[in-house]
């Protein structure tokens, strides 16, 4: 997990820039490590999230003049205890807290190998208790990539479309309700942990598609990549963490192949198959092949899997894909469904059968004013041989969406038909 | 950690026809284990009395009558782990069901 190189020799002074560099990435390691070692000790989660900001603050500082250290996490987490006993001796609290943050040997808490029992069981802590249900989801997905995942409130604040000064505000008013309303720092047992699960699972799927959408992070995707492993190393009985898993890990192969030389978007059929993360999908077939259950992710999980493992767009098991999409509208029916469902049945069972299934889909009203659904009419009326009807479709969807890179592809669509 | 739980009434109650749960075992069940110090059924909203004193002079009203359909008719003091706990001990409530609970902390006044 560490994303960190500690292997160099003496410290030396390096550039402002190397040092900012150097603070960002033992900072996305360390920082929820150091929030989730201080609030095990002090139970205070303001004040353990300022110190691990300070010690990055301070790290900006310091290191561009006395060169990164050997062991930068344990750096920084003597520099947070430091500061959290500081504010701790102010403010005259309980001794206890002030002797356990003493005794804290920051050698002996940053282990070489993070994957240590404690270190995953606060980690584990940490996202049960950011993504509790008494928490509005809003909160639950800031303070879950705040805390969990050490992303700076700036960056969520671009996220998430809101300004630095309002996302700081919605972070500060998370915090603080966990501490008034008495939710706990701990992960559900019992039946409890089954109900709890799905929510959890919600704040790492969208953290995922905040991160792999067209203008998103890619480091967020990694991210909800990375917590998933986790979760079902912790949660092997639980059949939809690795249902979860196997969705994320298929859809991550294709990052690197979504893209053309000029960095336009590519559509699954013309992305080049051999760029696809084969080890990812190989792994992604592992969880898949743990999955017991017949919940929404691991329906999703077995649509992936046949797109992934396709040896090409024609040879792809659309009637295998339809079926999964007609179990998936009956447990978690929802527009985004309706019209994947219409293509897939477009793709297996001919254009007409596919405008059959959007039509419906549409009649509902919940894909007014959506272009993909009007993306998706224009590919099957091409498919019908309208090709004019069809490339005014696409130049409609194409006038309708946010992202540059789709608006390109999807005018690509339309010159293709009328040149 | 100490819990005013409000039992409220609700304009959508379940519509799950199966049985409620028994309130006298409820009251039992979270009295042994101690998660529950008191609690009662209050007086309907029309026997209801308003104190307020305003410049030194004492007034004394009816009501309040105001949004009748949705008002406390109960209330449970709770002692709990935390909001976890709490949340276990008001699901198997009748009232979560025919109505809904609202559990409020106890100020933290050391803050």
């Known amino acids: 997990m560490s994303r960190t190189d500690t292997t160099t020799g003496a410290p030396d002074s390096v550039g402002a820039a190397a040092a900012a560099q150097a603070v960002a990435a033992a900072g996305a390691d360390a920082y929820p490590r150091i929030v989730a070692t201080l609030i095990r000790l002090t139970g205070d989660w303001a004040l353990a999230e300022d110190c691990a900001q300070e010690a990055l603050a301070v790290a900006l500082e310091r290191w561009p003049g006395d060169g990164v250290p050997g062991n930068p996490g344990g750096w920084l987490l003597t520099v947070a205890r430091n500061r959290a006993i500081d504010v701790l001796r102010r403010t005259a609290v309980e001794r206890r807290k002030l002797h356990e943050l003493a005794v804290l ?4 808490a940053w282990p070489e190998t993070p994957a240590g029992r404690d270190v995953v069981d606060d980690r584990l802590r940490l996202i049960f208790t950011c993504c509790h249900p008494a928490l509005a989801i809003e909160a639950r997905v800031a303070l879950t990539l705040r805390t ?14 809101v300004s630095e000064s309002t996302m700081t505000r919605r972070l500060t008013r998370a915090r603080t309700r966990i501490a008034q309303a008495g939710i706990p720092y701990r992960v559900p047992s019992g039946p409890a942990l089954a109900e709890r699960l799905p929510g959890v699972l919600a704040v790492l799927y969208l953290l995922f598609t905040r991160g792999y959408a067209v203008d998103g992070e890619p480091a967020f995707a990694d ?20 249902a979860l898993l196997a969705l994320l890990l298929f859809q991550h192969s294709r990052r690197d192949a979504r893209r053309d030389a000029a960095g336009d978007l590519l559509t699954l059929e013309r992305q080049d198959r051999a760029r696809w993360d084969h080890a990812a999908i190989a792994e992604g077939q592992a969880a898949l092949a743990r999955v017991r259950d017949d919940g929404p992710y691991a329906w999703q999980a077995r649509i992936a899997a046949c797109h992934a493992t396709a040896p ?10 339809a079926r999964a999409y007609d179990a998936l509208a009956d447990i978690r029916a929802s527009p985004v469904v309706a019209l994947n469902r ?8 001919g254009p007409y059968a596919g405008l059959g299934v959007l039509d419906a889909a549409q009649a509902g009203g919940g894909l007014d004013g959506n272009p993909l659904a009007v993306a998706v009419r224009a590919d099957l009326v091409a498919r019908q041989g309208d090709r004019p009807r069809a490339a005014a479709l696409f130049r409609e969807a194409a006038a309708a969406v946010d992202s540059a890179a789709e608006r390109s592809a999807l005018l690509d669509r339309a010159d293709e038909l009328i040149p | 950690m100490k819990f005013m739980m409000f039992v409220c009434t609700d304009t959508a109650p379940d519509t799950d026809p199966t049985e409620l749960p028994d309130i006298h075992k409820w009251v039992a069940e979270n009295d042994s284990r101690g998660r529950r110090l008191t609690g009662n059924v209050l007086a309907p909203t029309s026997a209801a ?3 307020r004193v305003r410049d030194g002079e004492l007034l004394v009203s009816e009501g309040p009558f105001a949004e009748t359909t949705e008002v406390i008719v109960g ?7 935390d909001l976890d706990e709490a949340i276990e001990v008001a699901r198997t409530h009748p009232m979560a069901r025919e109505g809904r609970l609202e559990l409020r902390p106890y100020a933290d006044l050391s803050a």
Do not use: K, N
């Open chain 1, 105 to 108: 040997a920051p050698d002996d």
């Open chain 1, 148 to 161: 969990v995942c050490g992303v700076p409130t700036a960056d969520i604040a671009r996220l998430l479309l």
């Open chain 1, 223 to 242: 991210e909800a990549v990375r917590l998933a492993r986790l979760l079902e190393v912790l949660m092997p009985e639980q059949s939809e963490v690795a």
């Open chain 1, 312 to 321: 090409s767009a024609d040879d792809t098991d659309w009637p295998t894909i």
């Open chain 1, 342 to 349: 219409a293509v897939a049945h477009g793709y297996a069972y």
């Open chain 2, 49 to 51: 009395t308003m104190v």
């Open chain 2, 75 to 81: 209330f449970d003091l709770l002692d709990c782990a």
